[in-house]
């Protein structure tokens, strides 16, 4: 897997990945928290996007998939998102 992008919009953190595949349909795709809260001004939180892919095709595909990120928030008003496998800092307002 491949995360193309990453962005936020309002409290909700849109990634455009890609992987090889047949079809993508049967993709499981969830956003994982490390649970830690990263003592640094402003706080960070490392995340990753867990792909569970069975598919054995050469297909590449590309998709988008927003998740409702509101339960990151931390005392202040930013906390900076590490995702892993994704080089530039997010930086989540709010």
């Given at each position: 897997?491949?995360?193309?992008?990453?962005?936020?919009?309002?409290?909700?953190?849109?990634?455009?990945?890609?992987?090889?595949?047949?079809?993508?349909?049967?993709?499981?795709?969830?956003?994982?928290?490390?649970?830690?809260?990263?003592?640094?001004?402003?706080?960070?939180?490392?995340?990753?996007?867990?792909l569970?892919?069975?598919?054995?095709?050469?297909?590449?595909?590309?998709?988008?998939?927003?998740?409702?990120?509101?339960?990151?928030?931390v005392?202040?008003?930013?906390?900076?998102?590490?995702?892993?496998?994704?080089?530039?800092?997010?930086?989540?307002?709010?």
């Open positions: 897997m491949v995360i193309n992008s990453a962005s936020i919009d309002d409290d909700c953190l849109k990634i455009n990945y890609s992987s090889s595949g047949c079809s993508g349909d049967s993709w499981e795709v969830k956003l994982i928290d490390a649970g830690v809260i990263m003592e640094s001004f402003p706080p960070q939180r490392n995340i990753k996007l867990s569970k892919n069975e598919e054995i095709c050469e297909a590449y595909f590309t998709k988008e998939i927003s998740f409702d990120i509101d339960k990151l928030q005392d202040g008003e930013v906390v900076l998102l590490n995702l892993e496998g994704f080089d530039t800092q997010i930086r989540y307002e709010y």
